[in-house]
């Protein structure tokens, strides 16, 4: 990469910043609400409603603030939720109603 293009905030390989520590490779628990994400987007994939390419871009759409204070599931449904709704899916009033019911 070029030393004077900026980055964007999801490219983090290498910044200092993000080196302290350790990346830590140890196995560990997913939660329940991980694995429905990963199955979500499964199926979205299977369907041919979703790629993972469109995943992808849409978790690098969300504005840095955002996208470091969350998980790396949450950035996914982030994702599958704003794919689905500009794709004509599901609305936002759709996505609101579950989400109070939930």
């Known amino acids: 990469m070029e ?6 905030h ?8 993000f080196m ?3 990346v830590d490779t140890t196995d560990h628990v997913l939660t329940d609400f991980d694995r429905d994400v990963d199955a979500i987007r499964g199926l979205l994939g299977a ?4 790629s993972v390419d469109e995943l992808r871009r849409g978790i ?9 204070r969350m998980t790396y599931y949450q950035r996914w449904i ?10 004509g899916v ?3 009033a759709e996505l609101r109603a579950a989400l109070e019911g939930a």
Request: proline content about 5%.
């Open 90 to 92: 599901i609305t936002e």
């Open 47 to 50: 369907k041919k409603v979703m």
């Open 60 to 68: 690098e759409a969300i504005p840095e603030a955002e996208y470091h």
């Open 3 to 8: 030393q004077d293009l900026p980055r964007a």
């Open 10 to 17: 999801h490219d983090m390989g290498g910044v200092s910043k």
């Open 78 to 87: 982030r994702s599958i939720a704003d794919n689905l709704m500009a794709r």
């Open 20 to 22: 302290c520590d350790a």
